[in-house]
Structure formats: C-alpha cells, structure tokens
C-alpha cells in the first residue's frame, strides 16, 4: 500500500488548509484511512481516521474544525482544516489502519 499525502503549506492563524492522502497498491483489505500529526519536539498523535463505511472520528481538539472524507472513486481521502491554530501546526501523515504511512505534509499556522 502507498499513501501519497499533498495539500501542507503554511497559514495565517483561523485559516484554512485541505490535505489529500491518495492510496493505491493492495488497499481492498484496507478497513480505515486517517492522519496523524506531529507536532514540533512532540510525540506523534492521531487526528482522525474513516471507515470503508465513511464513518469520521476525530481527535476532540480538532472535532468541529476538521473534516475527513473520502472520494472512493479516486482512493483519495480529504481532510478539511478550519479555524487552524497555532497548535494545529505540525508534520501530517495519512495511515492505513495504523499500519502504512506517507511521507507526511507540513503544515505551518502563524499568528
């Protein structure tokens, strides 16, 4: 499985991003996509993640501002950031079921 992720970019503060995460390779046995993030000199974290079903759980910092979906025609998922924050600043990876990762987006949110 490979993820290719794209969309990262710097930002004012209560702006806005969307990143896109497209898999291909053996993904039929996939059963979630989603992103993680990792913040400056912090831990990885999980933000959000979609069923086969497009069932989106979020990480309660981000739920309301985010929005994950996903266009199955195109394999892609979409990750919708509003009202960003300067702690929303981090390294994004998208996952496949925790298991297969992107070379992670950088996305910057400045005052």
């Known amino acids: 499985v490979k993820l290719v992720e794209s969309g990262g970019g710097s930002v004012q503060s209560g702006g806005s991003l969307t990143l896109s995460c497209e898999a291909s390779?053996?993904?039929?046995?996939?059963?979630?996509l989603g992103w993680y993030r990792q913040p400056p000199g912090k831990e990885r974290e999980w933000v959000a993640s979609?069923?086969?079903?497009?069932?989106?759980t979020y990480r309660h910092t981000v739920e309301g501002r985010f929005t994950l979906s996903r266009d199955d025609a195109k394999n892609t998922i979409y990750l919708q950031m509003n009202m960003l924050t300067l702690e929303d600043t981090a390294v994004y990876l998208c996952d496949a079921d925790g298991y297969y990762w992107g070379q992670g987006v950088q996305v910057t949110v400045s005052s």
């Open positions: 979609i069923t086969k079903s497009g069932a989106a």
């Open positions: 390779g053996s993904i039929d046995d996939i059963h979630a």
